[in-house]
């Protein structure tokens, strides 16, 4: 597997509180990579706290398990800390998406609960975004997809800061043409964050070479 380039950015968005997080983990004895976003969803500085154990537990859990064991292994890690008599974290499950990147796996695999998105773009110019807004948000159902990783150019990972603010056509092209992944992250971000109301957070995985346009005379 080509060693994936990765871009991150974050964006407070009109919030008081940065409550999305992320976690990028690159596995030291195998060709794998796991990547999470996660959105604690209320505005409240424990609900930091929240996220970032969300993301971190997830993309841990994804190197050894499957990406939906992840997740609820996040869920199951936020909500013992959120016990009453453990601490004062605030009573909500973050929402989270989780992909593992496997160079001896054909698959890209993903899980998600709630309002964190996964899009794909091909080299072909093809955007796809894989992961279901019906799943409801901040519960322990989780729902899984898998995908040939053949062809893929792009992955992002985000918090809906930026897919509730940015349509897929522009998350799509900013994957396809922007170039340099730590510049695509950063363009989402800050345009949804600039825009919107919410906190934007973008993790980029460049597969492959970024398709170029052809030029016109």
């Given at each position: 597997?080509?060693?994936?380039?990765?871009?991150?950015?974050?964006?407070?968005?009109?919030?008081?509180?940065?409550?999305?997080?992320?976690?990028?983990?690159?596995?030291?004895?195998?060709?794998?990579?796991?990547?999470?976003?996660?959105?604690?969803?209320?505005?409240?500085?424990?609900?930091?706290?929240?996220?970032?154990?969300?993301?971190?537990?997830?993309?841990?859990?994804?190197?050894?398990?499957?990406?939906?064991?992840?997740?609820?292994?996040?869920?199951?890690?936020?909500?013992?800390?959120?016990?009453?008599?453990?601490?004062?974290?605030?009573?909500?499950?973050?929402?989270?998406?989780?992909?593992?990147?496997?160079?001896?796996?054909?698959?890209?695999?993903?899980a998600w609960s709630g309002c964190c998105w996964a899009?794909?773009?091909?080299?072909a110019g093809s955007i796809h975004r894989l992961t279901?807004?019906?799943?409801?948000?901040?519960?322990?159902?989780?729902?899984?997809?898998?995908?040939?990783?053949?062809?893929?150019?792009?992955?992002?990972?985000?918090?809906?800061?930026?897919?509730?603010?940015?349509?897929?056509?522009?998350?799509?092209?900013?994957?396809?043409?922007?170039?340099?992944?730590?510049?695509?992250a950063a363009h989402l971000a800050h345009k949804a964050?600039?825009?919107?109301?919410?906190?934007?957070?973008?993790?980029?995985?460049?597969?492959?070479?970024?398709?170029?346009?052809?030029?016109?005379?």
């Open positions: 597997m080509h060693q994936p380039v990765i871009g991150i950015a974050q964006n407070y968005g009109n919030r008081k509180h940065l409550v999305d997080a992320y976690a990028v983990i690159q596995d030291p004895l195998a060709p794998r990579l796991a990547v999470s976003v996660a959105d604690a969803l209320v505005d409240h500085p424990g609900a930091a706290l929240t996220a970032q154990l969300g993301a971190h537990t997830a993309a841990t859990a994804a190197l050894t398990y499957s990406p939906d064991q992840a997740c609820a292994a996040a869920h199951d890690r936020c909500a013992d800390l959120q016990h009453p008599a453990k601490g004062s974290l605030p009573q909500t499950q973050p929402a989270i998406v989780t992909a593992v990147i496997d160079g001896r796996h054909p698959l890209l695999r993903i899009y794909a773009v091909t080299q279901d807004p019906s799943t409801p948000q901040g519960t322990p159902r989780i729902a899984t997809r898998s995908v040939p990783r053949t062809g893929i150019q792009s992955l992002l990972l985000c918090s809906d800061g930026v897919s509730s603010t940015l349509c897929d056509t522009a998350i799509g092209l900013s994957l396809l043409y922007d170039g340099d992944p730590r510049q695509v964050g600039d825009r919107g109301p919410d906190n934007a957070t973008a993790v980029v995985v460049q597969l492959l070479t970024p398709h170029t346009p052809k030029e016109t005379s």
